[in-house]
């Protein structure tokens, strides 16, 4: 492509300084350079223990090394597979699809997702890159149907194992119980509770409850398994829009479902989960004014889109303020790129636009700020409200719980192979796509850069404002879906058939550990290791122990436990305790006493208790709901697994007196 056919492609006229940076960064030197300083980097990184980013920095050096050996004079000969191959790829799709349900339905134990389904599920997403290479595709819904129905698997098959649901964290038990409940029962947002967000998507789940006549508290948390699917339809749509091919179509959208915090936030329901697709579409939409193409230009959109911008804005800005004040900043910087790289004033024309944006979040702050009778403490109030780690139970759970901590290497890096993996895709694509002086490809490596450093400041840092997985949503929804799809068109288009291989391996292996990363929910993961998780629910086998407790330990007994605060609700007749560990977490054994009980298990942990609720309201809430477990509805658990070996390695000088396999009681 010429720099003419770009004037010409995007119909506004393209700044000089806009195709020297394309030309620069297309340069030898510039792809040295940066290779040279990235393995400094990496060292640097290593030597220091921040483990995960030099492992993420090694991947995006073997992608700028990829581009340089794939990026040959000649192209290969484009590979088609035959139709009868693709109606092949077809029924191992539908084979692997139907195969990944019924095994967690029949065959997987309750609460975990065995890794044969993880493996089904890469096959699905491979078997689509296959099928969009074959002459099949000429029948246009095929695609978009087997998309459809893998982000369906993806996002709701939680809810075979979970049939309670997941929850993010104890804020999703207090909007579901103080909100969207009294609405759906009195018709009205209760006015006795003060929260700091407008009650938009409580309502929204509200009358989905009405409509649909089901439980509000379970509907809370499907919903996002349905709205995610809706949303990568909609990326869908954007792709062929700007790009018009419909291999990135595909791929952008596998991309996005298969990426770990777009899986988390599908399957995690809370505040942010709601307000994401919102502010995912509102920066679509504002690409496509910004950087007009063909007959979608800025004379032909801006009547049709004003009102829904207007709309989604208030939308936005309502739904939850962390989302609504990234969007303020991303398209602040879209602005300046589109300033920069377009020579017409008629991009200024949106300035509107911004400046209601402006209002509306300034309008907002104030009122999250709790300062309508003294605006002179805005600033501090708000400020503390953002800083404290309390209103970010989430995040800090997640990264708690997910592979920013893990000691092992090998872990970290079985963590980090899909999303480095991603990344390599990700810089071949940025480098091809600035080299076609594609302004969409140029804004989308801008977003993902600037996206990445706030998210790497707010690691090393630990700043609780700079929130990962929120912060990740947008990474791979706007920026990383679309580069490394492109990446994966260049890597075909330069090695043919090898390359169409080459990429379907590396879908399945991206498939089958971003979905298995502890960041899509370490829960379900297999590659915590022995590493810290979440136990949603009381085993069988917990239940086991509480009940021979009651049958075979005397009342008023003293039973020493990690976990003391989890058996008293079933059993207020007996003593527990905390069990004393020290320095090396090990059982400080000078602490027992003669005839104590000592229940050691599989899981060591530690509660979350949801903020604002006494702990009867909890066992009341419980009770009404007729469960045999508290962190269903109550918190998340951090907890650190023990294999079995190492807790009968603990336990052997003590008298076990009781064990099932996860459970030990001993009489010290």
């Not at 020290?582 to 009980?597: A, E, H, P």
Request: a positive charge.
């Amino acid at each position: 492509m010429t720099k003419n056919e770009v004037q010409s492609f995007d119909q506004i006229s393209t700044s000089k300084q806009f195709f020297k940076i394309c030309d620069f960064v297309d340069s030898n030197y510039f792809v040295y350079s940066i290779s040279s300083m990235l393995f400094l980097f990496f060292i640097f990184l290593f030597t220091h223990d921040f483990t995960k980013y030099a492992i993420i920095t090694m991947f995006v050096l073997l992608g700028f090394l990829s581009y340089r050996f794939i990026n040959k004079p000649q192209n290969a000969q484009e590979y088609i597979i035959s139709q009868k191959y693709g109606y092949l790829f077809i029924i191992i799709f539908m084979l692997s699809f139907s195969f990944s349900l019924l095994y967690l339905q029949i065959f997987a134990s309750i609460y975990t997702k065995p890794l044969f389904y993880y493996v089904c599920i890469g096959v699905c997403s491979s078997s689509i890159f296959l099928i969009t290479y074959s002459s099949i595709i000429k029948k246009s819904w095929i695609i978009p149907f087997l998309l459809l129905l893998l982000n369906l698997n993806i996002f709701l098959s939680n809810y075979i194992v979970f049939p309670n649901g997941v929850y993010a964290s104890g804020d999703s038990h207090y909007q579901i119980y103080n909100f969207v409940i009294p609405i759906v029962e009195s018709g009205s947002v209760p006015s006795e509770y003060v929260y700091s967000f407008f009650p938009l998507h409580q309502i929204y789940v509200a009358f989905a409850s009405i409509v649909s006549n089901f439980e509000p508290a379970l509907l809370y948390l499907y919903l996002p398994g349905i709205i995610y699917p809706m949303t990568s339809l909609f990326l869908y749509s954007f792709a062929k829009r700007i790009f018009n091919d419909y291999k990135i179509e595909t791929m952008c959208v596998l991309f996005f479902i298969i990426s770990p915090e777009i899986v988390y936030h599908a399957t995690h329901a809370y505040q942010f989960s709601y307000a994401a697709p919102i502010g995912i579409m509102f920066l679509f939409l504002a690409v496509l004014l910004y950087f007009p193409k063909n007959n979608f230009s800025i004379q032909n959109v801006k009547q049709r889109f004003e009102v829904l911008f207007i709309f989604l804005i208030v939308t936005l800005v309502w739904t939850h303020q962390f989302t609504s004040t990234v969007v303020f900043a991303l398209i602040i910087l879209l602005f300046c790129i589109s300033a920069f790289i377009f020579r017409s004033t008629k991009i200024i024309s949106y300035q509107t636009i911004i400046s209601l944006y402006m209002a509306i979040l300034f309008a907002h702050w104030i009122y999250v700020s709790n300062v309508f009778n003294s605006l002179v403490k805005v600033s501090s109030t708000y400020y503390s409200s953002l800083m404290s780690p309390e209103n970010y139970q989430a995040s800090i759970l997640i990264s708690e719980s997910g592979m920013f901590t893990e000691p092992s290497i090998w872990i970290i890096f079985s963590n980090v192979l899909g999303i480095g993996l991603i990344f390599i895709l990700s810089v071949i694509g940025s480098l091809y796509g600035i080299r076609k002086y594609n302004v969409y490809i140029f804004l989308m490596a801008v977003y993902g850069i600037f996206i990445w450093t706030l998210v790497s400041t707010g690691s090393f840092i630990k700043m609780p404002l700079l929130l990962n997985s929120r912060l990740l949503t947008f990474f791979w929804a706007i920026s990383i879906s679309f580069i490394a799809a492109v990446g994966v068109l260049f890597i075909t288009k330069k090695l043919g058939r090898k390359g169409v291989v080459i990429c379907c391996l590396l879908f399945f292996i991206i498939t089958v550990f971003n979905l298995g990363n502890p960041l899509s929910g370490s829960e379900t993961s297999f590659l915590l290791g022995n590493q810290p998780s979440i136990k949603l629910y009381d085993t069988k086998e917990d239940i086991n122990t509480y009940f021979w407790i009651k049958e075979n330990i005397p009342e008023k007994s003293y039973i020493k436990m990690s976990e003391s605060w989890i058996p008293k609700y079933y059993d207020p007749t007996r003593l527990y305790k905390e069990l004393n560990f020290n320095n090396q977490n090990f059982i400080d054994v000078s602490q027992l006493q003669t005839g104590d009980y000592v229940l050691l298990t599989k899981y060591s942990s530690k509660g979350l208790r949801i903020r604002g609720i006494d702990e009867s309201s909890q066992i009341q809430a419980v009770q009404s709901k007729d469960k045999t477990t508290i962190e269903a509805y109550i918190s998340h658990i951090r907890t650190i697994k023990i294999e079995f070996l190492e807790l009968q390695r603990m336990v052997s000088s003590l008298n076990c007196i009781y064990s099932n396999g996860d459970v030990c009681i001993n009489l010290e």
